[in-house]
């Protein structure tokens, strides 16, 4: 198990206003601790292939590995032309992934957004067919679709398609392919659906690939049960918030007890910050514990 960092703290920063870059954010996270600097896509100025390896170069100069390039490709769009601009979208992340993390790295592959005139059946239909139209490429790339048990990207109008366990599950189920597409397994992802991190962990262990480890805090006076929505998510509600990972609600020595049974090898990511560096490098150093206890 090796460890990679994520800055979901400073998204907006690097991402909408621009006050800080790629590049700043490398800099910024030498003193966490990581093995790898997760990326996401909204980071790059420019897909050029110099832009790109000035990144990639960068990445390694600080010592880092590029394990997970994190991309939100929206395949229940109605319209058949941008589903297959969303592809099209989607085999040239999986080629910046290859150039950023090489053979093995995972490309997060998503559902998409979940449109009210989009029903359950179809939505699926649609996405399986995508997700099978760009497994040629990562194959050709070496490069594994890790799909993640979503909330919802940052800059969607809707949430995410398959935020449910029961549709997650369809699309995973429906695709055969073991060796290039897998799991991106949040256990925060699944609480914040209204389903049971255990639960879905327990129905994907086999096919996780790579791991996102948040965590979510009750602020005093607040009820998880108080907030579920009336599709039975929860959302980000207010009194539901970001904090250090082990100290939250999930339970994560069941999470890596289920996963050492798997033998899982692969990464885990720190997606945290929210309250500052401190807690994204405390994170940091439980999941260390972690890999002691339970992979050492």
């Known amino acids: 198990m ?3 960092a994520f800055p979901k703290c400073y998204l907006d920063d690097i991402c909408v206003h621009k006050t800080m870059t790629v590049f700043d ?8 601790g990581a093995q790898g600097l997760e990326m996401y896509s909204g980071f790059f100025e420019s897909l050029d292939d110099a832009y790109i390896d000035r990144v990639g170069d960068a990445i390694r100069n600080a010592g880092y590995a590029m394990p997970m390039l994190c991309y939100s ?5 109605p319209d058949p032309d941008t589903r297959k601009r969303e592809i099209e979208k989607q085999a040239e992340m999986i080629r910046v992934t290859r150039r ?17 005139d989009v029903n359950i059946a179809q939505g699926v239909a649609w996405v399986v067919e995508c997700i099978r139209a760009v497994l040629p490429v990562a194959r050709e790339y070496d490069i594994v679709l890790a799909m993640e048990n979503h909330f919802k990207d940052g800059y969607w109008q809707y949430r995410e398609f398959a935020q449910k366990k029961e549709v997650f599950l369809q699309i995973v189920d429906a695709i055969d ?24 962990l327990q129905a994907v262990k086999h096919r996780v690939k790579t791991m996102h480890a948040s965590d979510r805090y009750l602020e005093p006076g607040f009820k998880i ?12 509600p207010k009194g539901l918030t970001h904090g250090v990972t082990g ?6 020595d069941k999470i890596f007890g289920i996963l050492k ?4 090898n692969g990464w885990v990511s720190i997606e945290d910050g929210m309250n500052g560096m401190e807690e994204m490098k405390e994170s940091i150093e439980f999941l260390k514990r972690m890999r002691a206890k339970y992979f050492e």
């Open 2 to 4: 090796r460890i990679a």
């Open 25 to 32: 954010w490398i800099e910024k996270s030498k003193p966490l």
């Open 73 to 77: 490709p929206n395949f229940t769009n």
């Open 100 to 116: 950023l993390g090489g053979r093995g790295a995972a490309c997060r592959v998503l559902s998409g957004q979940a449109y009210p």
């Open 177 to 200: 392919e073991q060796k290039y597409f897998g799991v991106q397994y949040d256990p925060s992802n699944a609480l914040v659906a209204g389903d049971d991190p255990i639960d879905v």
């Open 225 to 236: 049960e108080d907030m579920r929505q009336a599709d039975g998510t929860f959302g980000y």
């Open 247 to 252: 100290k939250g609600t999930n339970d994560f």
């Open 261 to 264: 049974s798997v033998n899982y």
